[in-house]
């Protein structure tokens, strides 16, 4: 792999780190905005609301990790960084018909930062395998 590929694909991953960052941000959000209507919202709906808060706090924990192993060019943060974003499709898919601007966001994104993350993918081996041929 020559020089300048290296470095297109070192940009392409820091994109991808800087995006996982920013939606993992997004989910820590969301994760307070259910959990200040868990505590202010109805009474009756406060375990269901703040489960969704809980759940969506570990989902930002899990992202932002990704996001970190992607700035530092792990090779593990790409199966987190391609399994939320496979997530993050889904769901604009399943709300489509309901807030399809919104949808058509999250799926946009997803396959922006899906790509970053696969530009990169396959290549760590390559000198490995021409070296040794």
Request: proline share 2%; with cysteine; hydrophobic share 55%.
């Amino acid at each position: 792999m020559n020089k300048d590929s290296a470095g297109r694909g070192r940009k392409l991953e820091i994109i991808a780190a800087i995006g996982l960052g920013i939606e993992a941000l997004a989910l820590t959000f969301a994760a307070l905005a259910y959990g200040f209507y868990a505590i202010f919202g109805d009474p009756r709906d406060v375990g269901f609301i703040a489960g969704i808060g809980v759940f969506c706090l570990a989902l930002a924990v899990g992202v932002g990790f990704g996001a970190r192993g992607m700035w530092q060019s792990r090779r593990w943060a790409r199966s987190i960084a391609l399994t939320w974003q496979v997530f993050q499709a889904g769901l604009g898919l399943s709300i489509i018909s309901s807030r399809p601007v919104v949808a058509a966001i999250l799926i946009v994104v997803a396959l922006a930062i899906a790509g970053c993350v696969m530009a990169r993918a396959g290549k760590d081996d390559a000198p490995a395998a021409s070296a040794s041929a």
